[in-house]
């Protein structure tokens, strides 16, 4: 990984704890201060910045209508981004719902971003459905959480089985990127998509939601032996 890749990566892990980051910003983009705020944009499937990129953001205020006219508010703000990924964007430009794009990766700029210092955002994006042959396709991102900390489970080894019919069966091994991502092929194999935990050291198994829009997995740490013994 380039050198840039590592910095901005060890910046997300690190959220909040001591580089200036005020209590809650981890939280909101929204709450950004001032008229602008700078993004650094980081491809999570190569842990490298998008570096000079043309930049797209759309926004609205999350109203949704059965018939015209809908007050949606929706705004369009066009950019490019510096050779280090990095790109101020219009505060105001921030709304309930915001996608953010370049030519080739997209993310939602509420979801998928964190404050990684005083007045700087990362925003992790994944590539477009278009960057990949058809078939595969696009793999399946995966973005691995500790469930108490809200940080990424990074750089560490995940195994992920098949449930069901009370036995199990062997899927993939495969380490968690500096973002806490795994990418799982598409095709996966009949009744994963329902039925697929997946186990990482000092966690409890945990079913995977395929389902859910937002490519995330809570894991909830497994309690230590000394806290299971009565006192």
Known sequence: MHPDGRRWA??????????????????????????AVTVQLMDVSTGQPARNA???VIS???????????????????????SQG??????????TVTDIQTESLSG?????????????????????DSTYADPPGRPRPLKLIDAATGKAVADAAASFELRRGGGSQD???????????????NDLPDGAL???????AGYGATHVDFAWAAHRT?????????QLLPQ
């Open 194 to 200: 329902q039925n697929t935990w997946v186990i990482v």
């Open 108 to 128: 939602d700029l509420i979801e998928d971003s964190e404050a990684a210092s005083e007045g700087t955002w990362v925003v992790e994006l994944l590539p477009l």
């Open 60 to 82: 609205d205020n999350g109203t949704r209508c059965m018939r015209a006219p809908c007050p949606t508010q929706t705004k369009i703000w066009k950019g490019t981004s510096d």
């Open 54 to 56: 043309a930049v797209r």
């Open 171 to 185: 899927l993939f091994k495969i380490r968690t990127n500096a973002f806490g991502y795994v990418f799982l092929p």
């Open 10 to 35: 060890l910046a997300l892990l690190v959220c909040g704890a001591g580089l200036g980051v005020r209590p809650g910003d981890c939280a909101d983009i929204r709450h950004a201060p001032g008229p």
């Open 218 to 226: 809570r894991l909830a740490r497994r309690p230590r032996r000394s």
């Open 86 to 95: 990095r790109v101020r964007i219009p505060t105001d430009s921030v709304q």
